[in-house]
């Protein structure tokens, strides 16, 4: 039976070599599927939905790119990871026009997830399942009157640095003491008109008082909520971007919600008190900052 699977896969590969070439039109999709067939057994390959895959994708890329802007403002689509832009543009391409090849939301969302996890990095999976759910959850579908509505709530966005530096011997990472008593991320707020990745600059620059630093990949999207007198219930997003810096000694220019900055040498991260589902957070930042150093 031809898999609509390896479909997918052979779309990711054609989609991941027009990105790097910067050529989305229909003959380069082919041409670059095509010159994979050594690379994929094509004889298992629904090849029919591939290329209404590649077709639609070709068709609708401007407009599914700026769904992708709007459903994670945080993050500048040129920063989001290469294989997690295409797989997003997958992922989309069923969710939004799935009526053209019959194919379930849910469906396009696990199918999208499990691309994530074969292909991306940790973090890619809750990435792609964060956006994509996040589209059909409140923006709703196009050609799908079936889709739930989610009552409006009010969201804020922010951006922080998971800041790493070596010291030769050890990698350390950044942290701020909040008036919880919890070591956590340096994050700020994102002004009118400014990309997140210089709000997650100035956080570092604000709350751990570096000004020297360099910012490399998106890595993560955390979710927490808050109560806001007369506001209510609100929702924060905050991307977060690998960054590293020289381990110089931190002053922190932003008093309001910073008691103390420090490093810590990775391996003592275990026992400290902070909030858990950072962790993960941390760890990813680290890993794309050694990543992007030995590149």
């Known amino acids: 039976m031809a898999s609509r699977h390896l479909s997918r896969i052979a779309a990711l590969q054609a989609l991941f070599a027009a990105d790097v070439r910067g050529d989305f039109s229909l003959d380069s999709l082919t041409k670059q599927w095509e010159d994979n067939t050594d690379s994929l057994a094509h004889d298992d390959e629904d090849r029919p939905f591939t290329q209404i895959l590649l077709k639609g994708i070709s068709a609708k890329q401007s407009e599914m790119d700026a769904v992708i802007v709007k459903a994670a403002p945080q993050w500048p689509l040129e920063k989001i ?108 707020s994102l002004r009118e008109g400014e990309l997140s990745h210089d709000a997650a600059l100035r956080a570092a620059e604000e709350e751990l008082g570096l000004s020297h630093v360099s910012v490399y990949s998106a890595i993560a999207e955390h979710r927490y909520s808050s109560r806001k007198p007369g506001e209510g219930l609100v929702e924060h997003v905050v991307g977060y971007f690998a960054a590293s810096s020289n381990k110089v000694d931190l002053k922190p220019k932003k008093k309001d919600g910073v008691l103390d900055a420090k490093w810590f040498r990775e391996d003592e991260l275990d026992d400290i008190l902070m909030y858990e589902d950072l962790r993960s957070v941390i760890e990813s930042g680290i890993l794309a900052t050694k990543q992007a150093i030995h590149e």
């Open 81 to 188: 990871a290469a294989i997690d832009r295409n797989i997003l543009r997958i992922g989309l391409f069923e969710l939004l026009y799935g009526s053209e090849v019959s194919v379930p939301p849910k469906v396009a969302l696990n199918e999208s997830i499990e691309l994530a996890k074969t292909f991306g990095g940790e973090s890619s999976p809750k990435f792609v399942n964060g956006v994509l759910g996040s589209v059909y959850r409140d923006m709703g579908t196009p050609r799908k009157d079936e889709s739930p509505s989610v009552e409006e709530r009010k969201q804020e966005f922010a951006s922080g640095a998971v800041v790493s530096s070596h010291d030769g011997t050890s990698w350390y990472i950044a942290l701020i003491l909040d008036p919880f008593g919890k070591w956590t991320l340096p994050k700020s």
